[in-house]
């Protein structure tokens, strides 16, 4: 197995500039240099319903420094793909496999589903590489006994275990655990504010490691997933800036895009269609609530990223960063919910989490006044929603590149050479056996497993010779990977996407786009190609049927 392990001398930027005004809980004593047996640490971060653009080195103009910082030192990733919402996301990078096959039917659980114990975790598998291994945030992979985060190979855990949740414990749902243990309302702190929350537990969690070996800490922050809620003094950040509107915003996002180079050959704004009214078309009201969601979840990011400087701090200080390799990841295109923006009232908010454990609806208060508090309810909208998935057509919830591309990156200056932008294709199922690779150890295949399991073989492809550049690509042109609902495969540069048909609901009408030459999928040459879309659609069915 090829992979670089020799340690060299990290490449020292400028400091990480957090926000100390909202630092308000005491950061962790530095601990002795963790790892030791010479493997180095994995540092996974996932953020939640985040647009391609949504960070500075991938376009935006939201205030992500540190993020930035990593990325720019790293090697940024343009075709990630991810799936076309939360919980298929995380079904495929947690288990390897496509999220049907990952999907295992319960009828206690949230969504009737769990992740299926023939499939070993990322974190069971690292376990069993000798690594300690930590969770904090967002799991959506099971929220009954025996699925749980605590169940699935994580040493600490600290998690929600449905899809959504409030930031603040007023909205508290009662599907949080701790290490196994459930949590209620009482054992969260007053100022509780999740994306702090998860922050400070990882900082606990990594101050206590064991010296001695490496560890895997998966930081699933809901950041910035609805409902967007921010603490008060952070409410105001970016008043005004979004006045212009989201058309406007679409085409300064695009133009720093291709300034940072994230934006692959052949993609631009001609000919992109968007769905959303223009904004010179909305009323002053429905531009003045949009303008202002827009304001509230660009600070929902850059808390984000304050928060993430925080651990990265803690790295540094503690001689860990080094060592440690860093990867971020969104789960999949910008979300394009409106909700809360229409009418401004007040009533039951969309659902936080399952009903199945007796908890009441949380109520909203959607006027302007209130938006982005406790009780507020909103998303940003389909317009500025767009405005992040812009040159790619499409957002969450569809399989055009707008839904799966996923903005993403790796730092490891040690190994892996920074500065640039990778268009090679990946999927979120290689982030398992990249991991492995990393900890210097393999899938066991399909077979026994713990507790008299029988676990199936993975379907992704370690990243890590490619990473290193020990490798050309990370999957052969024959590579083939579909999705679901009403379905996309793609094989080399060729892309089917599904459609019903206007006059038969039963059946699919394919598209076909070559990716390289149209990665905003523009142009569709299916008649041109009938043979080929053909067979692709057969191996679609192969996945899938």
């Not at 605590?150 to 599907?175: I, K, V, W």
Request: glycine content about 10%.
């Amino acid at each position: 197995m090829k992979r670089v392990l020799a340690l060299a001398a990290l490449w020292l930027v400028a400091s990480v500039q957090g926000h100390s005004q909202d630092r308000t809980t005491s950061e962790p004593a530095v601990a002795p240099t963790a790892g030791g047996d010479g493997r180095p640490n994995i540092l996974f971060i996932l953020a939640d319903d985040m647009g391609f653009t949504d960070i500075g080195s991938f376009g935006s103009e939201i205030e992500t420094p540190n993020l930035d910082r990593l990325a720019h030192a790293g090697l940024r990733l343009n075709n990630l793909h991810a799936a076309r919402a939360c919980r298929p996301t995380r079904l495929m990078l947690m288990a390897s496999a496509g999220e049907t096959a990952a999907s295992q039917p319960h009828p206690e659980a949230f969504r009737d589903s769990v992740l299926g114990l023939d499939y070993a975790t990322i974190a069971e598998l690292l376990q069993d590489a000798g690594c300690s291994t930590y969770m904090t945030g967002k799991w959506d992979l099971g929220n009954v006994a025996g699925y749980t985060p605590a169940d699935r190979g994580f040493d600490r855990s600290f998690s929600f275990l449905t899809s959504s949740s409030g930031y603040f414990a007023d909205q508290f749902q009662n599907d949080f655990e701790e290490d196994g243990k459930p949590l209620t309302r009482d054992d969260l702190p007053a100022d509780y504010y999740s994306t702090r929350a998860f922050t400070d537990k990882m900082l606990e969690y990594l101050s206590s490691a064991a010296t001695g070996r490496p560890w895997f800490a998966f930081m699933s922050y809901n950041a910035p997933h609805l409902p967007l809620q921010l603490p008060d003094d952070w409410l105001d950040r970016y008043a005004g800036r979004y006045d212009a509107g989201y058309d406007a915003l679409r085409e300064e996002r695009f133009a720093r895009a291709v300034d940072a180079g994230v934006i692959p050959p052949g993609a631009d704004l001609e000919g992109f269609q968007p769905i959303a009214e223009p904004w010179s078309d909305l009323s002053a009201e429905a531009q003045r609530h949009r303008a202002r969601a827009q304001e509230i979840y660009a600070g929902v990011i850059e808390y984000l990223d304050m928060s993430i400087g925080r651990v990265i701090d803690y790295l540094e200080a503690s001689g860990q960063l080094d060592n440690t390799v860093v990867v971020f990841s969104a789960d999949h295109g910008a979300s394009i919910s409106e909700q809360g923006l229409s009418t401004g009232s007040t009533g039951n908010a969309g659902s936080t989490a399952s009903n199945r454990r007796g908890r009441d609806p949380v109520v909203a208060d959607n006027r302007f006044e209130n938006f982005g508090r406790v009780n507020s309810y909103i998303d940003h909208g389909l317009g500025f929603g767009e405005a992040a998935s812009a040159p790619f057509r499409g957002q969450k919830g569809s399989v055009t590149e707008g839904g799966l591309r996923a903005a993403a990156f790796v730092h490891y200056p040690a190994a892996v050479e920074g500065g640039g932008v990778s268009s090679t294709f990946m999927t979120v199922m290689g982030f398992l056996p990249t991991f492995l690779d990393i900890a210097g150890t393999e899938h066991p295949g399909a077979g026994p497993y713990r507790n008299g399991r029988e676990i199936n073989d993975i379907a992704g492809r370690s990243a890590w010779a490619y990473l290193t550049g020990e490798a050309d690509a990370v999957h052969p042109e024959t590579y083939s990977v579909g999705w679901g609902g009403t379905g996309a495969l793609i094989r080399g540069n060729y892309k089917i996407v599904g459609a019903a048909r206007a006059d038969d609901t039963d059946s699919i009408s394919w598209q076909l786009y070559d990716l390289v030459a149209d990665p905003g999928e523009r142009h569709d040459i299916a008649a041109e190609h009938h043979d080929l879309v053909a067979e692709l659609v057969r191996e679609w069915e192969t996945h899938w049927r």
